[in-house]
């Protein structure tokens, strides 16, 4: 049995969520795709100082996750952030955020 099956399953989606946002390359792109306000066709790794083929390894695990799409025309990928996904994490990340703060929950903290 995996241990991480003991815990409920909105825990472990946001411990993946976690997992994947957890490197600075993946902040970065998202980061860059949310400036840029548009799907990007071009090279990503033009911005981010990084190979194109670790830069295609983010975006793959950001695609995974959910958090960007990526559509193919022609030889190019245009990609852009999922707002859906994005919003849903959003929500889960700060409902967890706000269970941790003790002065909601107790009068005093130790």
């Known amino acids: 049995m995996i241990k991480k099956e003991n815990f409920d399953s909105e825990?472990?989606?946001l411990a993946r969520f976690a997992r994947v946002i957890s490197h600075p390359a993946r902040l970065a792109i998202?980061?860059?795709l949310a400036e840029t306000r548009t799907c990007?066709?071009?090279?990503?790794?033009?911005?981010?100082?990084?190979s194109r083929s670790?830069?295609?390894?983010?975006l793959k695990e950001l695609r995974d996750a959910g958090?960007?799409?990526g559509e193919i025309e022609g030889l190019k990928i245009n990609y852009c952030l999922s707002s859906?996904?994005?919003?849903?994490?959003?929500?889960?990340?700060?409902?967890?955020i706000k269970m941790?703060?003790?002065?909601c929950n107790v009068e005093k903290c130790c």
């Not at 990007?40 to 990084?50: Q, W």
Request: net charge negative; hydrophobic share 40%.
């Open 11 to 13: 825990l472990q989606e």
């Open 84 to 96: 859906a996904t994005i919003r849903k994490f959003e929500i889960m990340l700060g409902d967890f």
């Open 30 to 32: 998202l980061k860059y």
């Open 67 to 69: 958090l960007i799409q």
């Open 40 to 50: 990007i066709s071009g090279n990503i790794s033009d911005n981010i100082p990084l």
């Open 100 to 103: 941790l703060d003790c002065s």
């Open 54 to 58: 670790t830069v295609s390894q983010h």
